[in-house]
């Protein structure tokens, strides 16, 4: 079955990095894309961009360009997320989901378990 | 401030039926399929009904999905308590090239 499991939590201060680790199984790990999603505490979900995992392309919504950096390593069907220079606003959970079909009837079928990111001083 | 706007909590007795809607615009939901994800606390999100109105395996009949035009609504009949959840509508945009959330439904079963 189609499984995706997160890295544990993380504690980071302002301006430091967090890298969050997505380890995909339960099917061809090259054929998907693969999206990350972020909610703050008692907020709403915020999609962060996505990660073609076979060719490593990706594209970012332009809120997090030049901060966030998606990798995909096809030897372990493991993909990453790094965001840089942390704020306090980064604190929330993130999450990666998997993406199927392609548009307009594509959509998020499988969700990591989320990991929690805390910015703190 | 969110891109689709979902009323922020919605209510109803067990054995009601209850909807919650999602409105966009021309750019995301006018030329998308809208997908509605059900939200527990402290869990990931998942999915509830995908290309408008089909439920993926599992998800009772209970759930259905609709859109017109610029709009979408999710259905509950028939609630239960466990239906108790947050509810998010999403579709892409393209406009701003990327997926776009609603800001969530706070569901309670009275």
């Known amino acids: 079955q189609v499984q995706l499991v997160q890295s544990g939590a993380e504690v980071k201060k302002p301006g430091a990095s967090v890298k969050v680790s997505c380890k995909a199984s339960?099917?061809?790990?090259?054929?998907?894309?693969m999206h990350w999603v972020r909610q703050a505490p008692g907020q709403g979900l915020e999609w962060m961009g996505i990660?073609?995992?076979?060719?490593?392309?990706?594209s970012y919504t332009q809120r997090f360009q030049g901060r966030v950096s998606m990798t995909s390593d096809t030897s372990t069907s493991t993909v990453y997320m790094e965001l840089s220079s942390l704020r306090f606003d980064d604190t929330a959970v993130y999450y990666c989901?998997?993406?199927?079909?392609?548009?307009?009837?594509?959509?998020?079928?499988?969700w990591g378990q989320g990991t929690p990111v805390t910015v703190s001083s | 401030q969110s891109v689709l706007t979902q009323p922020p909590s919605a209510s109803g007795t067990p054995g009601q039926r209850v909807t919650i809607s999602c409105s966009g615009s021309?750019?995301?939901?006018?030329?998308?399929?809208v997908k509605w994800y059900q939200q527990f606390p402290g869990t990931a999100p998942r999915l509830l009904i995908h290309?408008?109105?089909q439920r993926p395996s599992g998800v009772p009949d209970r759930f259905s999905g609709s859109k017109s035009g610029t709009s979408a609504s999710l259905a509950i009949s028939g609630l239960q308590s466990e239906d108790e959840a947050d509810y998010y509508c999403?579709?892409?945009?393209?406009?701003?090239?990327?997926?776009?959330f609603g800001g969530g439904t706070k569901l309670t079963v009275l």
């Open positions: 999403a579709a892409w945009d393209d406009s701003l090239s990327g997926w776009v």
């Open positions: 290309s408008n109105n």
């Open positions: 021309s750019s995301n939901i006018g030329s998308d399929t």
């Open positions: 989901a998997r993406l199927v079909g392609a548009h307009p009837l594509s959509y998020f079928d499988y």
């Open positions: 339960g099917y061809t790990f090259t054929s998907h894309y």
């Open positions: 990660i073609n995992c076979g060719s490593g392309g990706t």
